[in-house]
C-alpha cells in the first residue's frame, strides 16, 4: 500500500497560463499532503503543507497567490501555478502522510514554462 | 558546462559490493529519520525508517544506523546492484511535527 499518483507526469505550458497538478493518494486516506520543488542536482525544498478541509501553509518565500492549493478531499489535493512564467519551471513533487510521520512521494510534475 | 554549486556528494562502487551512505542530521529534536531513494526524474521512494529509541533497522538488503551522540545516520545496501542507482536522501523529523527535513542527497553509481 501507500501509492501516491501525480497528474500531469509532464506539462509545457505558455508563459502567462495557469497549469494544474493532481495529487491523489490512491489506496489510503491521507489528511495532509505536501507540496516540493526540486531543481536539477538539487534537494526537495517544501514548499506548503496541505490539510485536508483547512487553507494551506506556505513556507517563507513561497508565494500563496501563485500557487495555490486545494485539499478538497482525504485523497485529493491540487496544486495550481497561477499566470506561469519561465522561471516557475521545475519539479514539482507531492507526498502524502498515511501515518504519523511518514510521507510517501508521487512520481512528481515536470513543467515547462516556455 | 558544469552547474557550480549543484554537486552532489557521489559514491561509486561495483556491482556486489557493500555500499554505505552517510548522513548528518542537526536538530537533536528529531527522534524519527527516513531514507529514501529517488531515480532520475522520479520522485522519492520510502526505502527503510528508524526511531531514536533504535541504534539499527534491517530491511530487505538494506541496514540503518543511527548515531544519536553524534547526530549521525547511514544507510547500508548489501551486495549493491545497478538497479540501486540513483540518489539517495535522508530525511528527520521530530516526533509530532508535521515535515520533514531533507538532507543534499548522495548519489550511488553501480558499475556492472
Known amino acids: 500500500g501507500a501509492v501516491v499518483s501525480q497528474h500531469p507526469s509532464r506539462v509545457i505550458c505558455k508563459s502567462g497560463t495557469s497549469v494544474k497538478i493532481e495529487c491523489r493518494s490512491l489506496d489510503f486516506q491521507a489528511t495532509t499532503m505536501f507540496w516540493y520543488r526540486q531543481f536539477p542536482k538539487q534537494s526537495l525544498m517544501l514548499m506548503a503543507t496541505s490539510n485536508e478541509g483547512s487553507k494551506a501553509t506556505y513556507e517563507q518565500g513561497v508565494e500563496k497567490d501563485k500557487f495555490l492549493i486545494n485539499h478538497a478531499s482525504l485523497t485529493l489535493s491540487t496544486l495550481t501555478v497561477t499566470s506561469a512564467h519561465p522561471e516557475d519551471s521545475s519539479f514539482y513533487i507531492c507526498s502524502a502522510r498515511r501515518d504519523q510521520e511518514t510521507q510517501y512521494f508521487g512520481p512528481g510534475t515536470r513543467l515547462l514554462v516556455l | 558546462g558544469e552547474n557550480v554549486g549543484l554537486h552532489l556528494p557521489t559514491l561509486s562502487v561495483q556491482e556486489g559490493d557493500n555500499s554505505i551512505i552517510n548522513c548528518a542530521y542537526s536538530?537533536?529534536?528529531?527522534?524519527?529519520f527516513i531514507w529514501y531513494k529517488q531515480e532520475s526524474g522520479k520522485g522519492p521512494q520510502f526505502i527503510i525508517d528508524i526511531r531514536s529509541n533504535m541504534d539499527k533497522r534491517q530491511g530487505q538488503r538494506v541496514t540503518v544506523l543511527l548515531n544519536k551522540t553524534v547526530k549521525h545516520l547511514s544507510l547500508q545496501i548489501a551486495a549493491t546492484q545497478p538497479g540501486d542507482s540513483a540518489v539517495y536522501f535522508c530525511a528527520e523529523t521530530p516526533s509530532g511535527f508535521q515535515k520533514l527535513v531533507f538532507g543534499t542527497g548522495t548519489r550511488l553509481l553501480v558499475s556492472p
Open positions: 536538530n537533536s529534536a528529531s527522534d524519527y
